[in-house]
Structure formats: structure tokens, C-alpha cells
């Protein structure tokens, strides 16, 4: 721990992250404190050239930019190809590089929302997205279009979350309530609790399932207390989203420890993303990494046609022969189903991964 404080101080020096002690550090709520949330912030240390600072500004007028000092403290400074580095610093590209068939909402989401905030796309599923907040606004996210929505007040969530639940109440075809956003682990714990015994009460709800990518950029998140509230609330799954081995650490390691002591299975969704992961040597690590932390490879995303996310896409093939070559070369609990989403509600299982 001391190690990362110090190399994340001489890298972004004390003008930028007043580093008090390792509690600090390890405090979700100052994580978020002093998150970055501007590329000028970075403007003084010099493996970061003019060119990138002003290409990230350019992005970040229209998709925001917020960083946690710990995911970025797993940045390769000396290296502007880095996996973190690209998926968490804007990008000129997002905004002057475009493909003719990517759309701001390619999932046709907003098609399938009968009430705000509700996704009704899979007849027994429904997704909730309870904020457009999130630790790091990851530059491939397919959400792209909330980050700029004005926050909502706690009251009025908690309205949303209730006629929520009045409609998945009066539907019993769904069975499973999925929580997204943003990040639902951005809400307060009490109101997280507050959000599961909702739809807890549900009697036809069997499963609560919680979609949120803390346990990577934001590990110090997964508190004991907040186990606690989750562990309440089973059967929930948990599904998280590891890009890269960088992001296996200590820290991250332990957020999916607890949750699994508190009885709640962790897989991750993958996306697969050119200049990240797209060659085998990377994914194959990554993957056996998350076997070896018992977080299960569930899917590995193609990376859809969202606008502002296009420099990320790989062509098809890409997986297929990622993964045609994993299954020679590593055990079956490491590999996931290679999926591709699909604007009317479905799932496409693409090559060999899936059979
Ligand atoms: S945490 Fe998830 S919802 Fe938030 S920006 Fe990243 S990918 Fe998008």
C-alpha cells in the first residue's frame, strides 16, 4: 500500500492528491473526493504531452471525466499505449472518430423503457438503472448518453425506485430484477438497503442480481457493512467487469473475497477492447487471473457500435480466434461465452465460446 501511495504521489504529485494517510487511501469516500475530474489536472506531469491534454479536453466537453486516484495509480506512466490509461482518460477520438453504423444507443434501450429508468427488453428480466453515477467513467461505456443527465436528488429516486416496483409488481413474468446504471454501488448504503428490500418484497422476484465495476476501479467500496447489507438480500449475484490483469490487485482481490465470504458469487463481463485486451497473450492472463481470485469468466462482450466508443471496436474474428485458441490452451472454468448484444433484446453467442 505504502508502495502505490508513494509512486502514485511522485506520478501526480501533491498538488493534485493531498495524500493524509493509508486510511485515507483506503476510504471509498475520499477515493471519490479526490478523483480527477478534469485533464488539465494532469497538464504538469510530462509523459502526458499538450497534444493528449488538449485532445482530452476535447473529449471530456462532451463525455465527462471522473478518475479514482487508486485506478489510476495502476497506470503505466511512461507508457501513453497503457490499458488503464486508455480506458480511463478521454480520447480525442471519442468525438472526432465515428463509424456509420454506431448510434448513441445502438441496445435500443430507450425503446424498451415503459416507465423511467426501467429497461423491459428480456420477457423475465428487468434492469434497473439506479444512477448515472460511477467511480470511473470508462471511455467504452456503452452508457455514455447518461453521464451528461443531471444528477438525481436521493428523493427522487427513491419516487423512480417506487414506481419501479409498482410496475415489475404488476408484471409476473419477470423474475429476476437486474441493478445497473451508472453504478448502483455509487448510492449510500442505506439507500441500497432501502432499494433491495423494495424489490425483495416482490413475492414473485426470485433473483436480485447487482451489475457494478467498483470491485475494479473503486475496490475500497466493498465495506464489511455493506456485505453485510447485501448478504441479506440472497439469493444476489454479483457481476463485476475486469478488462485487463493490471487490474488484479491486492485491493481488488479482497473487495471480491468479501463479497464471496458474504455469500455472493462474483463473475465478470469482459468486453473486449482493441488496444486493451484483443490479443490472446492478455486475455488468456486475464482470464486464468480471475479464475485464481474465484471470480468466474462469465461473458466476454463484443464491444457494440456506441457512439464515442468506436476506437475500441474489433472486428469479429477478433474473439472468435482469441478464443478458438484459449480453448486449446486453458481449463474450461476459464472461459466465458464470447456474446454479442443484440438491439432487440437478445444475445447473440458468437463461435466456438459459446458451444
Ligand atoms: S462503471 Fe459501468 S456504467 Fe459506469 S462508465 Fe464504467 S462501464 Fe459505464
Known sequence: MTTVIAQLSACLSDRLIHFQTTEDWRDWKWQLKNSITDASELDFYDPVGEDEIQGMKLAERRYKMSVTPYYLSLADWNNPLDPIRLQCLPDSREVLYSCEDSSEDPLNEEMHMPIEGLVHKFRDRALVLTTNRCAVYCRHCNRKRYWSQSNRTQTNAIKRLEAIADYISRHHEIREVIFSGGDPLMLSDNMIE????????????????????????????????????????????????????????????????????????????????????????????????????????????????????????????????????????????????????MPEGKKRLVGRACC
Open 194 to 341: 432501502m432499494m433491495l428490500g423494495l424489490f425483495k418484497k416482490i413475492s414473485h422476484i426470485e433473483v436480485m442480481r447487482i451489475g457494478s465495476r467498483v470491485p475494479v476501479t473503486l475496490p475500497m467500496r466493498i465495506t464489511d457493512r455493506l456485505c453485510r447489507i447485501l448478504s441479506r438480500f440472497r439469493p444476489l449475484w454479483f457481476n463485476t467487469q475486469f478488462n485487463h490483469p493490471a487490474e488484479i490487485t491486492q485491493e481488488a482481490q479482497e473487495a471480491c473475497e468479501r463479497l464471496q465470504c458474504a455469500g455472493i458469487p462474483v463473475s465478470s463481463q469482459t468486453v473486449l477492447l482493441k488496444g486493451v485486451n484483443d490479443n490472446l497473450e492478455t486475455m488468456k492472463i486475464l482470464l486464468q487471473g480471475l479464475q485464481r481470485i474465484m471470480v468466474r469468466p462469465y461473458y466476454l462482450f463484443q464491444c457494440e457500435p456506441v457512439k464515442g466508443v468506436d476506437h475500441f471496436r474489433t472486428d469479429i474474428k477478433t474473439g472468435i480466434d482469441i478464443m478458438d485458441n484459449i480453448w486449446g490452451e486453458t481449463a474450461g472454468l476459464c472461459i466465458p461465452h464470447l456474446v454479442s448484444d
